[in-house]
């Protein structure tokens, strides 16, 4: 079984300023990890996903998220939101393939002008 | 855009009826999926198709039912509808199986259930 939890249900951050949204899994098999970004009224949009190799992934937009395999995270990271960052993110785990994706009950971003 | 397209943007019924989404995936794309985002329950996968065959089962409810037809597009059918199926459904298409290839999503139906 495997399962995810996103710590903060709302991050309020001022333009500019850098955020990290906070992603814990737990599996016990290895697994792929994905960061969805959904605007209002909008499907999901994938930002960033691991599957191996580096432990930094960069992603659209500006995202980057780090995968550290001991503390079971995979943080969301923006050195400088912008206005138009305002949306919902989820963090999702699968043991490799999408059927069986987890995700996380999202992180709401406020970018506060 | 996406270049998945789903259909109808929103729907309303009633308790009792049947209803059913239509997806069309990104041209190309073999693979689709069905998800349902409600607010008690978050994001849920429900079933997954690839070139026309069930691949895998979520938590898809027995009153729901979904195919995926020779030009690849997917349509999921909800009978008996309760109030507490009112939801956002989403259809997300991939080139193949593995995970390796992006997930793209749909802009969703909306059903209200009343």
């Known amino acids: 079984a495997q399962s995810v939890t996103q710590l903060d249900s709302q991050v309020p951050v001022f333009e500019e300023a850098p955020v990290e949204l906070r992603c814990n899994y737990s599996?016990?098999?290895?697994?792929?990890l994905f960061w969805y970004v959904q605007y209002p009224n909008q499907g999901l949009q994938l930002l960033l996903k691991y599957l191996s190799g580096s432990t930094l992934v960069k992603g659209i937009n500006g995202f980057e998220a780090e995968f550290n395999k001991s503390q079971t995270s995979f943080h969301l990271r923006k050195p400088s939101v912008h206005i138009s960052d305002t949306a919902e993110y989820f963090c999702a785990v699968s043991p490799g393939s999408y059927q069986k994706v987890t995700f996380g009950i999202g992180t709401k971003l406020q970018v506060i002008p | 855009d996406s270049g998945v397209t789903q259909t109808p943007k929103h729907l309303i019924t009633a308790t009792g009826q049947r209803v059913t989404l239509r997806c069309s995936p990104r041209?190309?794309?073999?693979?689709v999926y069905w998800y349902q985002q409600s607010l008690d329950q978050g994001l849920q996968f429900l079933i997954q198709?690839?070139?026309?065959?069930?691949?895998a089962k979520g938590n898809i409810l027995e009153r729901f039912s979904a195919q995926q037809f020779p030009d690849l597009h997917s349509e999921l059918n909800l009978s008996s509808l309760e109030l507490g199926d009112s939801a956002l459904y989403f259809c997300?298409?991939?080139?193949?199986?593995?995970?390796?290839?992006?997930?793209?999503f749909g802009p969703g139906t909306r059903l209200t259930v009343l």
């Open positions: 041209s190309g794309d073999l693979s």
């Open positions: 198709y690839y070139n026309g065959e069930e691949r």
């Open positions: 997300a298409s991939s080139g193949g199986l593995a995970g390796e290839d992006t997930q793209y």
């Open positions: 599996s016990s098999v290895s697994v792929y």
